[in-house]
């Protein structure tokens, strides 16, 4: 049986899902804020997955990898084309920089990860982030989203690097072939199953 906890903060209202596993703790997505949070629940993380690396997703990547010793996993390694720190520097005419940290598993090319002894299915679906995966634990029907898909919305396509037709291509394509009970745990909102979305979803239709 999982356990999930979701802490949501920072600008964006990001969410980070900490899951406890028979095989150890994940922490899937380090908005600003989550590390203390962390700290105030005395919790240690033995693995971060980052589902993109656009800054409110990623933000206390740095000082959850320093302060637990955690190996990160992302799609990419890090890199500040990602991040849209220039964009939101420059939008909000902020100086803004989001700490570096190693990515020390890049999935980019991988069908499947062993994260915390359980295998993970990779699904590559950028359209809102060249780098955005999908995680499938497929013994508990959970689906890690970030930003790819949410209850009743998918990912913002007006960034650079964002295309609509390649989200919604990459959503029908990997994500609409899995069980409709999936649970799916997303970057931003509330959590929603599979099955609603392809039902309800205005943005993606069968």
Not at 18 to 43: F, K, M, N, Y
């Amino acid at each position: 049986m999982l356990n999930i906890t979701t802490y949501t903060g920072g600008i964006a209202g990001t969410n980070a899902h900490l899951i406890t596993l028979p095989g150890g703790t994940l922490l899937v997505d380090a908005p600003e804020g989550v590390a203390d949070w962390l700290d105030q629940r005395s919790v240690r993380v033995d693995a971060l997955v980052l589902t993109h690396q656009h800054f409110d997703h990623c933000l206390d990547a740095a000082t959850v990898r320093q302060r637990h010793g955690c190996p990160v996993y992302a799609w990419a390694q890090f890199a500040r084309e990602l991040t849209l720190e220039r964009l939101f520097g420059a939008v909000t005419g902020s100086s803004f920089s989001v700490p570096g940290f190693e990515v020390n598993e890049v999935l980019e090319g991988r069908d499947s990860v062993e994260v915390c002894g359980h295998t993970w299915r990779l699904f590559h679906v950028p359209g809102h982030s060249p780098d955005s995966v999908c995680l499938f634990l497929e013994a508990e029907s959970l689906l890690l989203g970030g930003d790819v898909l949410f209850y009743d919305s998918i990912g913002r396509t007006d960034f650079p690097g964002s295309s609509h037709a390649l989200l919604v291509q990459g959503i029908v394509q990997h994500l609409w072939s899995l069980p409709n009970a999936t649970r799916v745990l997303p970057g931003h909102g509330p959590e929603t199953t599979l099955g609603r979305e392809k039902a309800e979803n205005p943005y993606v239709r069968l």
